[in-house]
């Protein structure tokens, strides 16, 4: 008996050791990604994308919980930390709603870096004194130093990137198409213009037209107070605009109730030139106009002030917007005056278009105005202003925006970053991508509901 339990213990120790060495094979064969992804936490690695080289040292996950993500935190101990999402955070394209062109997102290609432009341009945003000198000494002066301190209180995904670079343009329109935005509003000057802190860059307007088709996104323009801004220069610019990228099938055209097919276009600070030379352009009377001509479009004023209602009537624009990320800012940036604005531009057969934004931080280029502050709140802000909006039964909804850093609206993807003076603000707890896919989901929302009231639901978009 004692021979046979011994030799019973030797076989069922061999059965053991034959399994943890087929165990440990197994392990060795398996490859370094598995098939569906990474295995259990790789996915909590950041991934990097080595344009320029980024130093990432150890990340202590319980401190950082503790860091507060709409708050600017200083005097940290030197280190610099940047994460990125996992792929997963991608939604899949069958699983997205189709893009709704009746949705704009302001969009800039104002920024530079070593690498495309020679140097940067915009991320090393100068900070801006205040105008009362006694005010303006008790902040900060000079300009932010990239690629790690730049002008703004958030962090991009894609770094301090430079808007010529293709792949950027390209993960920009991936990001506007997983929102289903149907239309990029591009900030343009004139081809040898430029803002005061950028350089020109209608040359890149044919490669974003082109991005855009790719992914079946559809770009308007945002004209821009470039010097001197007329209306002989403007009738000179929208012939420019139009001859040049009105034939590329990417450019938006609107349909009006009478069917015609009119570019649109948004002019910002509209206000500081007068009703009057504006009517020369806008009017069938004016001396500049281009109205029942190849050239005529739609045309988008900015107000600001309650005031600017009657000298918008009378320049003779086709609607309004507002802008502004900044609910209380100004009159037409108000939440409570949306409803006012609509009946206003139902009388006059005006388009409404408010302007909606996930909040607004412009204090890292205006470290005095932080009254105008106006947090995120995880999303509630957000959330809070599309809902306003879609109340008002708007003609179009646009978006503050998809990557103004420096006034922190942008719904752009952003990643937690914290250098040796700076927590950045991100997202958290929620993905780089938490407004992308509130967009995504209001979007959807809009489509329907305006459906219900609008008389042009049912044309095509060219």
């Known amino acids: 008996m004692a021979k046979f339990r011994r030799r019973t213990c030797i076989t069922l120790s061999l059965f053991i050791l034959f399994i943890f060495s087929l165990m440990m094979g ?18 909590l690695l950041p991934e990097i994308r080595q344009q320029t080289p980024h130093l990432v040292k150890t990340f202590d996950s319980q401190k950082s919980d503790r860091i507060d993500s709409e708050t600017n935190v200083k005097n940290l101990k030197s280190v610099e930390i940047t994460m990125k999402p996992s792929k997963a955070s991608e939604p899949y394209p069958e699983e997205l709603p189709p893009r709704n062109y009746f949705l704009h997102v302001f969009y800039y290609s104002w920024y530079g870096n070593p690498q495309f432009d020679g140097k940067y341009i915009h991320w090393n945003h100068p900070i801006l004194s205040h105008w009362d000198l006694r005010i303006a000494k008790k902040y900060p002066q000079g300009k932010h130093n990239p690629p790690d301190d730049i002008g703004s209180s958030f962090y991009p995904e894609l770094g301090s990137y430079s808007s010529r670079d293709p792949y950027v343009i390209e993960m920009h329109m991936k990001q506007m198409y997983s929102a289903s935005i149907g239309v990029l509003a591009l900030s343009w000057y004139p081809p040898d213009s430029n803002d005061e802190n950028g350089e020109p860059t209608d040359n890149l307007v044919p490669t974003i037209l082109d991005k855009a088709h790719k992914y079946n996104l559809k770009v308007t323009f945002h004209i821009e107070p470039y010097k001197n801004r007329d209306d002989k220069n403007m009738y000179q610019n929208i012939r420019y605009i139009i001859d040049k990228y009105g034939n590329h099938p990417a450019f938006y055209r609107y349909k009006t109730k009478n069917g015609s097919a009119l570019p649109l276009f948004y002019v910002y600070d ?50 309004i917007y507002t802008y502004f990320a900044t609910n209380g800012f100004t009159y037409g940036s108000s939440y409570e005056n949306w409803a006012k604005l609509k009946f206003f531009c139902d009388q006059f057969d005006l388009m409404f278009i408010p302007s909606v934004g996930p909040g607004y931080i412009d204090t890292s280029i205006r470290p005095w105005n932080t009254q105008n502050t106006r947090n995120r709140v995880n999303g509630k802000y957000y959330e809070d202003a599309l809902s306003a909006a879609l109340q008002a039964h708007p003609s179009i909804i646009s978006i503050t925006s998809f990557n103004e850093w420096h006034e922190g609206t942008q719904i752009e993807k952003a990643v937690p970053k914290r250098i040796s003076n700076t927590v950045y603000l991100d997202y958290r707890p929620h993905k780089p991508s938490l407004y992308l896919d509130l967009t995504r989901k209001w979007s959807e929302k809009y489509s329907k509901e305006r459906a219900t009231y609008a008389f042009d639901h049912q044309l095509p978009v060219s």
């Open 26 to 43: 197994l392990k060795m064969l398996r490859p370094h990604k598995a098939a569906f992804g990474d295995p259990f936490g790789l996915d």
């Open 270 to 319: 509209s206000y500081i030139t007068t009703a009057e030379k504006w009517a020369n352009l806008l009017t069938s009377s004016g001396s500049q106009s281009i109205r029942n001509s190849p050239y005529d479009a739609l045309f988008i004023a900015l107000l600001v002030e309650k005031k600017h209602r009657y000298e918008i009537l009378r320049g003779g624009f086709d609607g």
